[in-house]
């Protein structure tokens, strides 16, 4: 059985790294990118079960890049969730229409992420081991 | 009644008045005749009376004289008739003879009395002469029967007496018929005597009545008369109170007029209609048209035609529309006005119907502001609440994601990954620490809780001191600082610790972002605009179109600086403001990969100044706990011409600043017994010290003590600073430590109070005198920094109180603004001169120019006091 693999799209890299770090633990497999240029190819190349975007990055930010993914034939089935550090409730409406599957918040507790994130994709918790239902 | 009053009406006018003495006059005349013919009626009747009297007699008489006749024919007729029983008739002659004497006797007296009767003489006579001749016959026909019985011829005596008898019957009958006459004759005077006395009696009636009418006329007329000269009186009473009262409208529309043209708000007035009728001139300033332009146009159609989204507003459904219908307010803090050049603003604004006596709404007034300011704060704020939020989660996020997976025990089989996650969590709690010291000091900063404390800098002390402190930092990055030795004396107006700041965070962002082994060269040097730092290095550079949004809060070239360089992104936006502060700039060049050159300036300080002429002998009470730094600081003061008292504590200050009122006072804060604040709080307490400055000495730096719990008026930290010290001291002299002070003297209470309220939104103390006297006496008291006189006032006018301050050595320099009604003539203008005077007519500069006038002069005196040099 494949763990379900994750790409995470953040600038800041401390956060990947602690994200990173907190997912693997959880038993996902983790890829990474530093922005959301960067995060186009890998998550076309490697077609992640999930992806968890960063929103306020330089050049391209989590709004542009999750528009971009949708573009794409190739990543346009790939359920995207924000991980975000705007959380004030006017940023949050904004989000909230952009079509990803959830917004979760910065900072966040390592013990309930990867539980978040399967709950918010729909995946039974603690199915690891389980294919992606997407 | 109707025409009592009609007539009243008329005699009210002055031809009415003469109409009336043309009636009046008819009415005398009228009178006058009415008691002429009167006068003749009584003559008349008197005549008649009189002669009726006689004529009554002669009546009387003719009654006699017919009845005599009458009893005079029986005689006869009884001596025809005894005839023929007498023989002898010599007896009956004798009779007969007497009889007939006796007959014209009569017949005589009643001709007489006959023709005494004036009227119906002829007639009268005539039935006389009938009498007397029928009386003739009777008498003929007694003597020819007598003659015919002498004769003893009987039958002729038969025959005279049958003629005797016929003449005696018709004799008989006249005199009836003359008694009958004159009876009737009687009567008939009497009935004309009679309608003479009525006529006379109507004539009185008419006198009577002409009279009344006259009495009557006299009495209307009179009052009519005064009615007129009471009116008359009343008119010039009212006229009066008119010219008054025109007097105090036309100043009270002029008061108002001033508020209106004062309102910082738009004012709209609308009729019914909706049409514009008026229009204020912050409201035409704010949209560009003027009354003429928008004068009965309708409100709508004018400036709320368009939504700001771009979409049309009909008028039918904006809230105004049903407001002025229903007669109720309406209001909206969120709309869109549009001016005349097509753009539009965010305005916040409320109608109010407006109603007559009646009640009955006439129209409204729609009071507007414009909020594009207020909103773009707001966003702004709101932004960076976001984005000050956003830029704390940030290093929260890995702090706290690394604590927790430590805690929760996930990686303790791996000690380098949970070394790892310690070092993530203490670096970003470092950075975390630097941004809350970061935004607190910019919003310090800003709000201007932390007023800058200006001192004459040296510029090469300053950019030594920076480059000491970062040396170790320089140092530990391999890179050289070179300092280029400024020009010597040249110095700026600043805070010096605000300045260090501004360079050490220069210097620290040079640092970070320059390769191992390059220079960074720091200078200053004098330049047009005050004096030009410059922080010069060798780094990356920044890309063209950062080079502005680097100031900008939390906007970075990289947002990966912000962990690997240490940097929060505030800080070269504390350095802009800092730098603005003091009324300088920063800006940058760079090339990119060849360096950065920062550079900022700041007003160059005035030229060392000759402190003995600039203070002679202001009085200084020094109150520290320690005996040295009195010691030190008197003979320090005393050296530079100060007239200086000690206080060794709280207690000894309040009681010698009272008796010694000191210009300012030196204030440790640190004593026993008590503290500088409190001994500050007692001072300010106290209405005789409470307006003294006060300079707090003291070993803390004033930053620490924020807030700083009452306003000082400087703050000289220990060691102390000879300088530094005299030039603070100078400083809180000149104003005082205190807001500038305007005194407005004005008898227009309502102006008075529109020019204060203006003045006292921009900080400034204002005071009002109404007349000249107690001008004086509250200058006496306070001197103002600057005097606004009007010229004509009670007690004592403005030529005399400018003649007063004249003669006194304090006040004879005194910034004057007079601002009168009328223009002043240049021999007015000579009489009033102060200190700096500026002549303003109130007609011609309305209160807005005048006020931003009077802040122009005061501006320029403060910076002059505060020493700042203005590069020319």
């Not at chain 2, 023989?87 to 001709?111: F, G, I, N, P």
């Amino acid at each position: 059985m494949q763990p379900e693999r994750i790409l995470i799209i953040d600038d800041e890299e401390d956060i990947r790294e602690v994200a990173s770090l907190t997912l693997e633990e959880a038993g996902f497999e983790v890829i990474t990118a530093t922005c959301g240029r960067e995060g186009i190819e890998p998550a076309i190349a490697e077609q992640p079960d999930a992806i968890l975007l960063d929103v306020m990055m330089p050049e391209m930010d989590g709004a542009a890049t999750l528009a971009r993914l949708q573009e794409s034939e190739a990543t346009r089935s790939i359920p995207v969730l924000f991980l975000t550090a705007k959380v004030q409730p006017a940023d949050k409406r904004c989000l909230s229409s952009l079509g990803a599957v959830a917004i979760l918040p910065k900072p966040f507790d390592p013990d309930r992420l990867g539980y978040d994130i399967t709950t918010a994709l729909g995946w039974t918790a603690g199915r690891h081991e389980g294919t992606a239902s997407t | 009644m109707e025409t009592t009053n009609s007539f009243l009406a008329a005699i009210r006018s002055r031809t009415a008045g003469q109409a009336w003495f043309i009636f009046y006059l008819a009415l005398a005349a009228l009178d006058l005749g009415a008691v002429s013919y009167t006068l003749y009626q009584h003559h008349r009747v008197t005549n008649l009376l009189d002669r009726r009297s006689t004529q009554d007699e002669e009546f009387d008489k003719q009654d006699r004289v017919i009845r005599r006749l009458g009893s005079i024919t029986v005689e006869i007729d009884d001596i025809a008739n005894d005839l023929p029983n007498s023989r002898d008739t010599t007896e009956s002659r004798d009779r007969l003879h007497v009889a007939k004497s006796a007959m014209a006797a009569s017949l005589t007296a009643l001709h007489v009395s006959a023709a005494t009767i004036p009227a119906d003489r002829a007639l009268m006579a005539a039935r006389v002469d009938r009498i007397a001749h029928e009386l003739r016959i009777v008498a003929q026909a007694g003597d020819d029967k007598l003659a015919a019985v002498e004769r003893g011829d009987l039958a002729a005596a038969a025959a005279q007496n049958a003629r005797l008898d016929a003449s005696n019957v018709v004799a008989g009958r006249l005199l009836n018929e003359l008694s009958a006459s004159i009876d009737q004759l009687q009567d008939r005077l009497f009935a004309e005597e009679h309608e003479q006395v009525e006529l006379m009696r109507r004539a009185q009636i008419m006198i009577g009545a002409l009279i009344m009418a006259i009495i009557a006329g006299m009495a209307l007329y009179g009052r009519a008369l005064a009615q007129r000269v009471l009116s008359a009186r009343e008119r010039d009473r009212y006229v009066e109170e008119l010219r008054l009262s025109n007097g105090a409208f036309k100043q009270l529309s002029r008061k108002n007029e001033l508020i209106l043209n004062t309102a910082a708000d738009g004012i709209i007035g609308i009729d019914l209609d909706y049409h514009l009728t008026f229009l204020n001139p912050a409201a035409s300033a704010m949209t560009g048209f003027s009354l003429e332009e928008l004068q009965g146009k309708s409100i709508h159609e004018a400036l709320h035609h368009t939504h700001a989204d771009g979409s049309p507003y009909p008028a039918m459904s904006c809230p105004k529309n049903s407001a002025l219908r229903s007669g109720v307010a309406a209001s909206s803090s969120d709309d869109t006005f549009w001016k005349k050049d097509g753009s539009s603003f965010s305005v916040e604004y409320s109608m109010e119907p407006m109603r007559d006596e009646e009640g009955r709404t006439i129209g409204a007034v729609v009071t507007f502001r414009d909020t594009t300011e207020r909103r773009a704060v707001q966003r702004l704020k709101d932004e960076f609440v976001s984005t000050v939020s956003h830029e704390l989660r940030t290093p929260l996020t890995s702090i706290r994601g690394a604590l927790g997976l430590l805690a929760g025990g996930l990686i303790t089989k791996s000690p380098e990954k949970a070394k790892r996650m310690l070092d993530i969590a203490v670096s970003n709690t470092d950075r975390l620490v630097r941004l809350i010291n970061d935004i607190l000091d910019i919003e310090r900063i800003e709000s201007e809780r932390a007023p800058l404390t200006k001192t004459r800098c040296e510029a090469s002390a300053l950019l030594r001191d920076a480059v000491d402190v970062m040396r170790p930092m320089a140092d530990k990055a391999g890179v050289n600082l070179e300092l280029m030795t400024a020009v010597e004396g040249t110095t700026v107006w600043a805070d010096a610790d605000r300045v260090s700041q501004t360079l050490t965070n220069l210097l620290s962002n040079a640092i970070k972002f320059s390769p191992s082994g390059s220079t960074i060269s720091v200078s200053a040097s004098p330049g047009r605009d005050g004096v030009v730092f410059r922080v010069a290095d060798q780094g990356r550079g920044i890309p063209a179109d950062k080079l502005e949004s680097i100031f900008e809060r939390f906007q970075q070239v990289d947002a990966s600086d912000s962990r690997d360089k240490g940097g929060t992104g505030l800080g070269l936006a504390i350095c802009r403001t800092i730098v603005r502060q003091h009324g300088g700039d920063i800006r940058v060049e760079s090339v990119l990969g060849d360096g950065s050159v920062f550079t900022f300036s700041l007003p160059a300080a005035a030229p060392q100044q000759d402190t003995h002429a600039a203070t002679p002998g202001a009085r200084v009470i020094v109150c520290d706990d320690e005996p040295a730094v009195r010691e030190t600081l008197e003979a320090m003061l005393k050296q530079h011409g100060y007239d200086v008292r000690m206080a060794s504590g709280g207690d000894e200050l309040l009681g010698l600043a009272r008796a010694f009122h000191p210009d300012v006072i030196l204030l440790d804060l640190v004593m026993p017994a008590m503290g500088g604040w409190q001994a500050m709080a007692a001072l300010r307490g106290d209405p005789e010290t409470t307006a003294i400055p006060v300079v707090i000495i003291s070993g803390m730096l004033a930053q620490s003590q924020e807030p700083a719990p009452f306003d000082t008026a400087g703050w000289v930290s220990k060691p102390l600073d000879e300088r530094t010290l005299i030039e603070t001291l100078e400083h809180a002299l000149g104003l005082g430590g205190r807001n500038a002070r305007i005194m407005v003297v004005e008898d227009d209470f309502d102006l008075a109070r529109v020019i204060t309220a203006s003045f006292e939104r921009h900080g400034i103390e204002t005071s009002h005198a109404a007349t000249g006297r107690e001008a004086i006496e509250m200058i006496r008291e306070h001197a103002p920094d600057i005097l606004i006189l009007d010229l004509i006032l009670p007690e004592l006018d403005g030529f005399g109180l400018v003649e007063w301050m004249g003669t006194q050595e304090h006040l004879r320099n005194v910034p004057l603004i007079v601002y009168s009604a009328g223009d002043t003539t240049p021999a007015e203008r000579e009489r009033l001169k102060l200190g700096p005077t500026q002549f303003l007519t109130k007609s011609r500069v309305p209160p807005a120019e005048f006020e931003r006038r009077v802040v122009k002069l005061l501006d320029v005196m403060t910076l002059t006091k505060d020493g700042v040099a203005h590069a020319a």
